[in-house]
């Protein structure tokens, strides 16, 4: 199973979501990539995730053309608001989602208000992405029974 999960900068949002599908399940390859990749990572996503026990400072950000060549069974965008394009993927996809979050780079305010909007959209992100796993991936990979379905 392959995932490839896309935005703008790839630097936030999309680095979240990619941290916690991994977590999900290790067998999974999850990648993620921007339209125009930042080439760095958000620090309040980084610093969101670590506090949920989940390390993505080691993520790389990555353009979008990188993945092009590959067959991908999922790509996922999560770009959210009304004034921001998602990325269009022209790739080989089985399946194209979209799970749209708030930007929680572009939060003003005080740092404790900026950081409550990284927790927030994480949380959001960790709720979507693991409902995107239990009823996409997770539904694949459960045997079919052979009862007619009374097991």
Request: charged share 20%.
């Given at each position: 199973?392959?995932?490839l999960i896309?935005?703008?900068?790839n630097?936030?949002?999309?680095?979240?979501?990619?941290g916690f599908?991994?977590?999900?399940?290790?067998n999974i390859?999850?990648?993620?990539a921007?339209t125009?990749?930042?080439?760095k990572?958000?620090?309040?996503?980084?610093k969101a995730?670590?506090?949920?026990g989940i390390?993505?400072s080691?993520?790389t950000s990555?353009?979008?053309?990188k993945?092009?060549?590959?067959?991908?069974d999922?790509?996922?965008t999560?770009?959210?608001?009304?004034?921001?394009?998602?990325p269009m993927?022209?790739?080989?996809v089985?399946h194209?989602l979209?799970?749209?979050?708030?930007?929680?780079?572009?939060?003003?305010?005080?740092?404790?208000?900026i950081?409550?909007e990284?927790r927030r959209v994480?949380?959001?992100?960790?709720k979507?992405f693991q409902?995107?796993?239990?009823?996409?991936?997770?539904k694949q990979e459960?045997?079919s029974c052979?009862c007619g379905?009374?097991?």
């Amino acid at each position: 199973m392959k995932v490839l999960i896309l935005c703008t900068g790839n630097s936030c949002r999309s680095q979240m979501a990619h941290g916690f599908l991994q977590s999900f399940d290790k067998n999974i390859t999850v990648c993620s990539a921007g339209t125009q990749a930042s080439g760095k990572l958000n620090a309040g996503a980084v610093k969101a995730m670590a506090e949920v026990g989940i390390d993505i400072s080691h993520h790389t950000s990555d353009p979008v053309e990188k993945y092009l060549g590959e067959e991908w069974d999922y790509v996922i965008t999560v770009c959210g608001g009304a004034n921001e394009n998602c990325p269009m993927f022209i790739g080989k996809v089985n399946h194209r989602l979209h799970i749209g979050f708030d930007d929680p780079s572009h939060a003003t305010g005080t740092p404790e208000f900026i950081e409550s909007e990284f927790r927030r959209v994480r949380d959001e992100i960790k709720k979507g992405f693991q409902e995107f796993y239990i009823t996409q991936i997770r539904k694949q990979e459960l045997p079919s029974c052979s009862c007619g379905g009374t097991c």
